[in-house]
């Protein structure tokens, strides 16, 4: 098991290393100058040189790259452009609006997405599985920019039952304990507050959560279907065990790594569809963060929080290999 573990933190590290100098190259070959994002119509040779000397854009890249990566090893992630402010403490403030919106959409992507996938499985060819993979094939195809528009239209705007902007009123305050307000406001035991929080929640959740729930059900569904149809599984009825043991203790557990992978997969694209979740509901997390600041061409904070959301991914996928160790207990007798 030890040497397992050793192998995947091996194995993870020149990931990250790889993923910085993508992400490095990326940022600096794009089109467009930081100097006239900062200078506009002000914008001469001399104050350009200026602005070049001040954040070490006058030096070599691979210079600029080790310095860089030295911040980072310290903690440093550097200041905004437009403000100055420290790139850490606003990254305090955001990460957790992100992570909240995330996981609550990751969770109900499970909790929906599993049993939906095992219910088909179970009824195959059946009208049930029909319009179950038909709904996942839908929430697949729509774009998560149309389905966020279409519910604000349909829930906030026309019937008015929930709020789409934001993550809480603005005449309610959360004193920050986690930076989760669902939790701050409970620790608090400030109901108005929780529910208030959980009204803004819905929305962006439920637009979030539509991709990785499609895609949960159809691997779930996919892969119960041959687990299914092995001669373990026959001989297990014919044993006489009850179909939900069947199905729950020998069908479910023997999926699980497929299950176990893609759920681990989707929480990167969860942070990566925070972008524009984000922007069309202003919920003031870093995907909202990272979008304006694609746009003002403040470089710092897109290269630091490009590669932060890049390192979660990576460690997501790390912890989702050490989760395979301890349910399949052939990895770890292969390893």
Do not use: C
């Not at 911040?71 to 437009?82: H, K, V």
């Not at 729950?248 to 790594?257: E, F, I, K, Q």
């Amino acid at each position: 098991m030890s040497r397992y573990l050793f192998r995947r933190t091996l194995e993870a590290i020149p990931t990250l290393l790889g993923t910085s100098v993508l992400i490095f190259a990326l940022i600096h070959f794009i089109p467009g100058d930081v100097t006239s994002a900062i200078l506009g119509e002000r914008a001469t040779e001399e104050a350009a040189a200026r602005i070049r000397a001040l954040y070490g854009l006058d030096r070599p890249l691979t210079e600029q790259y080790f310095i860089w990566m030295g911040n980072l090893a310290r903690g440093d992630f550097g200041e905004t452009i437009r403000g100055g402010i420290p790139i850490s403490l606003e990254l305090s403030r955001r990460f957790p609006a992100t992570a909240e919106l995330a996981l609550i959409a990751l969770f109900l992507a499970t909790l929906i997405g599993v049993p939906i996938g095992i219910i088909s499985s179970i009824h195959r060819n059946s009208l049930l599985d029909a319009v179950s993979m038909f709904g996942a094939l839908l929430g697949v195809s729509i774009p998560i920019f149309v389905l966020g528009l279409l519910l604000i239209f349909i829930f906030g705007v026309e019937l008015e039952w929930l709020d789409f902007v934001g993550r809480i009123d603005n005449d309610i305050s959360i004193p920050t304990i986690t930076g989760f307000y669902l939790i701050d406001s409970l620790l608090q035991g400030n109901l108005r507050a929780f529910g208030n929080a959980a009204g803004h929640l819905i929305l962006p959740a439920l637009t979030l959560m539509t991709v990785p729930l499609a895609t949960t059900a159809r691997i779930t569904r996919s892969t119960m279907l041959e687990v299914l149809g092995q001669d373990y599984i026959r001989t297990a009825h014919a044993k006489g065990l009850t179909r939900r043991a069947v199905i729950v203790g020998h069908g479910l557990r023997s999926a699980m790594l497929p299950i176990i992978t893609i759920i681990g997969l989707q929480m990167g694209g969860l942070l990566s569809g925070a972008v524009l979740t984000e922007t069309i509901f202003a919920w003031p997390g870093v995907g909202k963060w990272l979008f304006d600041s694609i746009v003002a061409r403040d470089y710092p904070i897109v290269q630091n929080v490009t590669l932060l959301v890049a390192g979660i991914y990576i460690l997501v996928n790390y912890l989702v290999d050490l989760l395979y160790a301890f349910a399949d207990p052939r990895v770890r007798v292969a390893a």
